[in-house]
């Protein structure tokens, strides 16, 4: 009878484990994303030290697409998803890019949560996906999943920056004001992209 109850014992701790890994796993990948966007948004000559996120990190954050924005994963990633979820993975990409290339850039906040959500103070989100007034939960898993890895990528720095350090785009089928400010630096099959002809952003 002993015998039976270690067995069970056994059985059932080794479930929790199985059951906590990927709780495990988001965890510490949020953890090293945290210290990757510091060190993407900090100023030349600091560098945090920290391991690249894996794939199945990455991929254990936000598994449903239902989560508070409140990580730099899930933040890039809900991002990369709703931006460009009918797009090519240039196009996805890129708009990692542009995300990356506003961290810690000046007039841009230093979190990519900040960034995605900024301007959503005064109605006028700079991501307009974020204050869009529509539900932000993911509807396509396949497309969301390659948006996380994309997300990995891009803090891992480990994606080419398509837009040449643009910090603004749009979508091709509008034609805003502001982009006659700007200087065009690149383009996707669904958009284009924009920096600043000086050197601040507004």
């Known amino acids: 009878m002993r015998l039976i109850w270690i067995c069970l014992a056994a059985i059932l701790l080794g479930g929790q484990s199985i059951a906590t890994e990927p709780g495990q796993k988001a965890e510490t990948a949020v953890d090293k994303a945290e210290v990757l966007e510091q060190k993407?948004?900090?100023?030349?000559?600091v560098t945090p030290r920290t391991k690249a996120i894996t794939k199945t990190e990455a991929q254990?954050?936000?598994?449903?697409?239902k989560a508070p924005l409140d990580d730099a994963i899930t933040c890039l990633a809900r991002s990369i998803y709703w931006e460009a979820k009918g797009g090519a993975?240039?196009?996805?990409?890129?708009?990692?890019s542009v995300a990356m290339n506003r961290l810690g850039h000046e007039g841009f906040p230093d979190t990519l949560c900040g960034v995605v959500k900024q301007g959503s103070e005064q109605g006028d989100c700079q991501f307009s996906w974020w204050c869009d007034g529509r539900a932000d939960q993911v509807k396509e898993d396949a497309r969301y999943v390659i948006a996380k890895e994309i997300a990995r990528k891009a803090l891992n720095q480990q994606l080419k920056d398509r837009t040449n350090g643009a910090l603004y785009f749009h979508d091709r089928t509008v034609a805003p004001d502001w982009a006659r400010k700007y200087r065009k630096t690149a383009e996707t099959g669904e958009f284009l992209f924009y920096r600043p002809r000086g050197s601040t952003a507004r």
Do not use: C, I, L, N
């Open 60 to 65: 254990a954050v936000d598994p449903a697409g």
């Open 40 to 45: 993407a948004a900090a100023e030349e000559g």
């Open 89 to 96: 993975s240039a196009d996805m990409e890129a708009v990692a």
